[in-house]
C-alpha cells in the first residue's frame, strides 16, 4: 500500500470538510478553494501516486 496516496485521500477528505464548514458559515470563497483544492489533490493523487 502506498502511504503516500493513501494521505493524500485523506486530505482529501479533510479538504471536503473543510468545504463543507465554510459553506456553512457563510464563507462561499473559501469554500470553492477547498473545493477546487481537494478536485486537484484527487487528480494528482490519481495521476501520479495510484499504480495502473
Given at each position: 500500500?502506498?502511504?503516500?496516496?493513501?494521505?493524500?485521500?485523506?486530505?482529501?477528505v479533510f479538504?471536503?470538510?473543510?468545504?463543507?464548514?465554510?459553506?456553512?458559515?457563510?464563507?462561499?470563497?473559501?469554500?470553492?478553494?477547498?473545493?477546487?483544492?481537494?478536485s486537484l489533490?484527487?487528480?494528482?493523487?490519481?495521476?501520479?501516486?495510484?499504480?495502473e
Amino acid at each position: 500500500m502506498n502511504a503516500l496516496a493513501v494521505a493524500s485521500a485523506a486530505f482529501a477528505v479533510f479538504l471536503f470538510v473543510v468545504a463543507l464548514f465554510a459553506m456553512t458559515v457563510g464563507e462561499l470563497q473559501g469554500a470553492g478553494l477547498a473545493f477546487l483544492s481537494a478536485s486537484l489533490v484527487i487528480y494528482l493523487r490519481e495521476k501520479y501516486l495510484v499504480g495502473e
